[in-house]
Nanobody, 119 residues
Framework: QVQLVESGGGLVQPGGSMRLSCTAS????????MGWYRQAPGKERELVAS???????SYADSAKGRFTISRDNAKNAVYLQMNSLKPEDTAVYYC?????????????WGKGTLVTVSS
């Protein structure tokens, strides 16, 4: 089994910053790409940022210039640094890891962490 656990959500004022973390744990596996998605109330889940194991990062237009994704392969962790937060960034943020395990590649999701941007 593989588990992803997110942390770092909460309430922040507009213009503030927040850092989300996600760590994968479980039986032996290797991680290909990792990423962050978010789902706002009444909206579909959308990609925020992604980072492959050895390539360049990519961001949604709404995140460019404000958010930074990074990963620590030794810790099986991915991070999302969010700056200049806006009320429209309010959402549940989900971590995704594409994992190879026992010869099978599959996506694994965390349970999500709520980020609320409000004064």
């Amino acid at each position: 089994q593989v588990q992803l656990v997110e942390s770092g959500g909460g309430l922040v004022q507009p213009g503030g910053s927040m850092r989300l973390s996600c760590t994968a744990s479980g039986s032996p596996f290797s991680i290909a790409s990792m990423g962050w998605y978010r789902q706002a109330p009444g909206k579909e889940r959308e990609l925020v940022a992604s980072i492959p194991s050895g390539g360049s990062t990519s961001y949604a237009d709404s995140a460019k210039g404000r958010f930074t994704i990074s990963r620590d392969n030794a810790k099986n962790a991915v991070y999302l640094q969010m700056n200049s937060l806006k009320p429209e960034d309010t959402a549940v943020y989900y971590c995704l890891a594409v994992i190879t395990r026992q010869g099978t590649i599959a996506p694994y999701w965390g349970k999500g962490t709520l980020v609320t941007v409000s004064s």
